[in-house]
């Protein structure tokens, strides 16, 4: 019998997971009395907003280690991984976001201050990667690509914080220390907790396999420098 892969079981539970949230979101949550069921696209748009910025954090954490520590590209491959995969989640939210907004507010996009600092992140993922891809040094590639997540991990809670600091047509925190109590009926609390595990059990499965994957191309891309 073939042996299941770390990966493999985050990748069974983030299908079970979003299964079951699919069933409940659908069958057993409240459909929003003034949105319709235009709002269940919250349980997808939510979990992968909070999962695009918290990578972005870890992305910055984990360059600060490789810098640290410049010997050993663990820490470079992970920060890389989880900025690849953010950047993947952080775009679902935005455009989730965006088929949200019309039947919401009448216009597919509006320059509020949490929409845009939002675009502001996945223009930071798109300036790390582009930067990683071009330099041709594994440390300047690092250094420089660790300043841009430093950048992005300010923006973060900037984005959640955001209906706070500022006039926004956009609502207000339902979930984390800024929610009101009893912001969010608990069917749909619920709804929302399970479809954010499913997500996050998918967002491990693919990072997990993308550093695979990075570790193969850093070992590479070493062999061919020192060949030449």
């Known amino acids: 019998m073939k042996n299941i ?14 299964i079951t949230s699919l069933g409940i979101v659908f069958m057993w949550a409240p459909t929003d009395v003034n949105l319709g069921v235009s709002q269940k696209i919250f349980y997808l748009h939510l979990p992968t907003a909070i999962l695009g910025m918290i990578s972005i954090v870890i992305v910055a954490f984990l360059s600060i280690l ?3 520590n410049s010997e050993n590209n663990k820490w470079d491959d992970l920060a ?3 900025a690849e995969v953010g950047m993947i989640f952080l775009t679902i939210a935005l455009i989730s976001g965006s ?6 507010w009448g216009v597919w996009w509006t320059w509020e201050p949490k929409l845009t600092l939002t675009l502001a992140l996945w223009f930071v993922y798109v300036a790390y990667l582009m930067m990683r891809s071009y330099m041709s040094d594994l440390r300047n590639e690092a250094k420089f690509g660790a300043i841009v997540a430093l950048i992005g991990s300010i ?3 900037l984005i959640y914080y955001a209906t706070e600091l500022w006039r926004s047509a956009h609502p207000g925190a339902v979930v ?14 619920l709804a929302l907790i399970l479809s954010f595990i499913a997500f996050s059990f998918m967002f491990i499965f693919f990072v997990s396999n993308r550093y695979f994957l990075r570790k193969t191309e850093t070992r590479m891309n070493m062999m061919v420098r020192k060949l030449n």
């Open 66 to 68: 490789y810098l640290l």
């Open 5 to 18: 892969s770390i990966s493999e079981i985050f990748w069974i539970f983030s299908f079970i997971f979003l």
């Open 80 to 82: 890389y991984s989880f």
């Open 99 to 104: 088929l949200w907004s019309k039947p919401a």
């Open 155 to 157: 923006d973060a809670p």
């Open 176 to 189: 984390g220390p800024n929610a009101e109590p009893g912001a969010l009926d608990e069917r749909m609390f």
